[in-house]
């Protein structure tokens, strides 16, 4: 069953030049966003710099984007914690919100045992909606590898999983080992994921670029290769970006590019260094 198909923004948290959360600024961005034909919108991912900000915040940004969508497409909430208490705690807040999903991490803050990870999901799979794991084996100490996900599906709610290992190769593997949905999860490795088979894409870029990024998820899964194959190679300089530590400061920088600003990154996230906003720029201009 395809419940998260097409693209999903892993929506920014945009700050004032005081650095607090600007809820207008947000409003204004998931409506953007939509009216450029996105699928769904992922707050409180990496993205969205879930972990700089508190408790109060964390559940005002999700209710923002929530309220501001009114059900014109799904939200899934980003439920990255260093306990499963707190973890299982956005997820019933994003229960209550009225959410669609969640993209759950994994443990983060430590190198948990299999059983450890299995338990971990089957918690939060009680709050009762449905998971997309997220695979991010740079930025935890985990790596859900498809015989790993042979389990884990068998949990009621563990529905999709984001892949973000690189290796293209699991796409095949997860879909002969499991029956859950695949979503593309890195930017400069779309294309190939959705040609392997994801249903869906979730984006950083796409947040500064929807209208390209829904373009080329079209192209891609209508079967026109060459054209997909033609817009990606535009986008590709810049999507690249989305691998790199400094993915966060790159989209809102190219989101000021394109007259969309939603302020700087929180520390301990540093501002882009002049070369690093100037390469930006000239990738950009091939967009």
Known sequence: MTRFAGVYVAIVTP????????????????DWLIENGVHGLIPMGT????ATLDDAEREKVVETIIEAVA???????????PSTKKAVHWAEHAKKAGASGIMALPPINYNPTRHEIIEFYQTLSN?????????????TKVDLKPDLLAELCKIENFVAIKEFS???????????KTDLEVLAGADDLALEGLLAGATGWIAGFTNS???ESVDLFALATSGKVAEATELYRRLLPLFRYDSTPRLVQSIKYSLKLVGKPVGKARAPRLDLTEEEKSNIEQVSKLI
């Open 15 to 30: 700050f004032t030049e005081e650095m607090e959360v600007d809820y207008g600024c947000l409003r204004e961005h998931a």
């Open 47 to 50: 993205v969205g710099e879930y």
């Open 71 to 81: 059900g014109r497409v799904p939200v899934v909430v980003g439920t990255g914690s």
């Open 127 to 139: 709050v009762g909606l449905p998971i997309i794991a997220y695979n991010n084996p740079f930025d």
């Open 166 to 176: 690189g290796d293209i190769r699991r796409i095949h593997e997860i879909y002969e």
């Open 209 to 211: 670029y929807p209208k």
